[in-house]
């Protein structure tokens, strides 16, 4: 979930918030979990973005490098001790909070709650950008409380279809209508808007339904969080770009798709927010098709030799897919130190994972960033510092590779564990991992920097 702000944020000079003993370098200058909220709290203060949407109604943490820094929460969790600030009121935990794992919306205490990182691989982005990805995340708990609904099946995402040239060349056409239809005069951007959407027909009707509603709540979900990010900004969406994206991008794709919609309905029906606020059971496609009416788009058709370039290149990209894939797999297993092999006999269960960081392999799912997994024996939790510093395999036990269940886990990457194994009673430790279960039958193999595991 990602960047948003208003226009005047980058004239914005944040010098004198500083929090003792906390900061980051960001952006070519010293930054401040307190100095990001200030520059939050004024990017507030312009127009409304989104009818009802409150952007301090939301809590906001922020870890920044040293401690967790938590803003209008009405009830901190434990841990959280009340501080004053450069006159802002606040409460702080020292270290990183367990629960600041991402750029996201997580419950802490039992709030829904924006988090925000401005360290590691995020300590070069310009303060603008930490604001803005603090309010796209503040409209993620704006949804949460007030639309419900809007949520997207992410098991559905671990089937779709993404490696069908067809149906993956008709998204791209579709994807260049939209963005003609954004760059176009009133007229032309309605012909072009109505082949994107003839186009998205011909591919819903290829498609099982589940992969179509897939893409649709993704734009109502993230795609709507991207609009709001861009119209604080003052900026329209610049372009999908779905030439340049991943052929399994859909989550992505989807996001900036429906971006790219709202703004088209600020072109043809500009009361729509609070249309869409007002029945909320509606779709941000939907919603377009209504407003331009009937289009005669033939004047907006793509030529049969453009067409033909898009088949083509969407056959490259998809056989590209597979075999960054496979390069991926064998990657994983010819990562450096230490490997952790856990097989069970009960399935594991889903309980926390970061659905963009995720990658679909002909072996199973790989993990780059968080997973954790539980049973009635135990539980696995990985968070990795850095993407990509440790990995995790699953192989699922059911029809779903993850959602069904987990039978395998395969974990690389690991600096030498610590562990405890007390009459099959096992606690495992390591940066980025912590293991315990009962019932653990363990094999050290010291040659080969691997720990084999089961769990009867």
Known sequence: MTPLIT????????????????????????????????AFRNATEEESLWPGFDPLAAPLAIYAGSDTWLFRHPSPPEGFVETEVNDTRAHRYEGRHPQMIANTVMPMGETMTATLLAHGEFGDVPMRQLVATALHEAF??????????????????FLYPDDDPELLALRRLESKALDRALKADAEQAACWTAQALALRASRFAAMDAPFSDYEREQERLEGLAYYVEYHALGDRMPSIGDDTLDADAVRLRSAYAGATMGFLLDLFEPDWRESLSADDSQYPDTMLASAIG????????????????????????????RATRDQKFRDFLEMAGWRIELQVQEPLMLRRFDPMNVHRLPSGILHVHMLALENRFGSLNMQAENRGDLQALTIGAGEHPLFDGVRTVEIAGLSKPTFDDDNGSLTLTAPGITLTFDNADVEVLDASQSIRILIE
Do not use: K
């Open 294 to 321: 009937e289009i005669d788009e033939a004047d907006c058709m793509f030529s049969e030799a453009q067409q033909s370039a898009q088949r083509a290149a969407a056959i490259q990209d998809v056989e590209s897919l």
């Open 7 to 38: 226009a005047m944020l980058a004239l914005i000079v944040l010098a004198a918030c500083e929090a003792p003993g906390e900061s980051a370098e960001t952006g070519g200058q010293e930054v401040t979990a307190v100095a990001i909220d200030q």
């Open 140 to 157: 993620h708990v704006y949804q949460f409380n007030h639309h419900s609904d809007w949520q997207a099946n992410e098991a559905t995402f």
